[in-house]
């Protein structure tokens, strides 16, 4: 009996446990980041809004389509916005956020992230997120953050974290954040061993939790040139763009060794192809995947103060620009995941739908990093094979969906 006695008593205690550290997350309710973790050049700016809280998750979380996966859009709360802006849209893993410190500082317009977080600590993320807000005092006024895990991975609610405080390991370095991560974390976005990456669902998530009518989806680990936003906005508004409902207007894309600068303007950009220091995306890797952008009519343009076209070019099979649209161009096909295919499948239905492609003079990307074989994880030749296979069916289903079209990809 008395051992009865003591087993009831123990299980009060702990589901009063239980009660109290979910009262207490509830009562956090919009976490912002913790004491002494911003630099002092940023004391005085506005607390980032954050719920991370297990019952705002829970509560807030929606299926996928797959029924494999929790979707929490907008844990990070900003003001409306302008309809007229252009949101830069981008996914990402939990290693790879530092890079939203370069481009919160590059880019002047919102940025919504989708974050892939399977079996990651809440306490670890909020300390990321706010060192990140510290590195960019911006960053609550332009940015929204979308959280994706699998169901059978999900996020962890440790109280007691297991993490030091990112505060006092990094300090007021900004630049230590990179080597953090990536030390914590050492696989890459698709090197998550028995967890496949599904960067289109990260995509089509970060899409729907944008608030403006443009979009410019790039990779985490690209940064555009200085004032593409606020210079793509003016032309547009201005109508020196042209184009219609269904044109998308595409900006190269180059790479270059991840310790070189970022260049800022075309100037700067060709100077470092002379030096060939910058070559094209993709140069060595997939060539094709680029070529149609013709880079060698564009680096011959004189670069100017003020963004417009260069000319117009007709896609061609797996082409895979980067570009700027309306949010209602065609979604990404979620059944693709980890690499290969993921992007083309989508260019390939907006050709199709009838879409029109417009490359931008004196606008660019850049990947910061020079693609080479060894860099790619292992199992990515397996990964683009069982890809190709699904892109055939796709465009078999694509030509169905589209009867009337006159293209075919």
């Not at 309710?29 to 973790?37: A, Q, S, Y």
């Not at 719920?51 to 844990?75: E, F, G, H, T």
């Not at 399977?118 to 706010?130: A, H, Q, R, T």
């Not at 729907?208 to 680990?221: N, S, V």
Request: proline share 5%; net charge neutral.
């Amino acid at each position: 009996m008395k051992l009865k006695t003591y087993l009831l008593i123990f299980a009060i205690i702990l589901l009063l446990s239980q009660v109290a550290f979910y009262l207490m997350w509830s009562q956090r309710g919009r976490l912002h980041h913790r004491d002494g973790i911003m630099s002092h050049e940023y004391q005085n700016a506005q607390e980032i809004e954050i719920d991370l809280s297990p019952y705002a998750l829970d509560s807030r979380a929606i299926i996928d389509k797959s029924n494999m996966y929790k979707i929490n859009k907008n844990v990070l709360k900003i003001l409306d916005l302008d309809e007229d802006l252009v949101t830069l849209v981008t996914q990402t893993s939990v290693s790879q956020l530092f890079h939203l410190v370069d481009l919160c500082g590059r880019w002047e317009g919102p940025i919504s992230v989708s974050i892939f977080t399977p079996d990651v600590d809440l306490k670890l993320l909020e300390g990321i997120i706010g060192k990140i807000q510290s590195c960019c005092s911006e960053m609550n006024e332009k940015l929204l953050i979308h959280l994706v895990y699998p169901i059978d991975n999900p996020v962890v609610y440790n109280v007691r974290s297991v993490y030091v405080d990112i505060a006092t390991e990094i300090g007021h370095s900004c630049q230590y954040l990179r080597t953090y991560l990536i030390n914590l974390f050492p696989d890459k976005n698709y090197g998550t061993e028995g967890i496949p990456y599904p960067v289109n669902l990260l995509r089509n998530v970060a899409r729907k939790g944008i608030q403006t009518d443009m979009m410019f989806l790039i990779d985490i680990d690209m940064s555009p040139s200085a004032y593409l936003h606020t210079q793509f906005v003016n032309a547009s508004l201005s109508g020196s763009l042209g184009g219609d409902e269904k044109t998308v207007y595409v900006l190269p894309v180059f790479e270059i060794n991840s310790k070189t600068p970022v260049p800022t303007h075309k100037t700067n950009l060709l100077h470092l192809i002379n030096m060939e220091i910058a070559r094209p995306f993709y140069f060595e890797m997939c060539w094709h995947c680029q070529n149609p952008t013709n880079y060698e009519k564009w680096e011959k343009i004189a670069p100017g103060q003020t963004i417009g076209i260069a000319y117009e070019v007709k896609w061609s099979s797996y082409w895979e620009p980067f570009y700027i649209s309306k949010n209602f161009v065609p979604f990404y096909d979620e059944r693709f995941k980890q690499y290969g295919f993921n992007r083309i499948s989508q260019l390939c239905e907006m050709y199709i739908a009838g879409y029109n492609f417009k490359i931008l003079d004196n606008a660019f990307l850049v990947h910061k990093g020079l693609k080479t074989r060894p860099d790619f994880h292992r199992s990515k030749d397996e990964e683009n094979n069982v890809n190709r296979e699904l892109y055939k069916q796709f465009k078999n289903e694509v030509l169905y969906k589209y009867p009337n079209s006159d293209r075919s990809c």
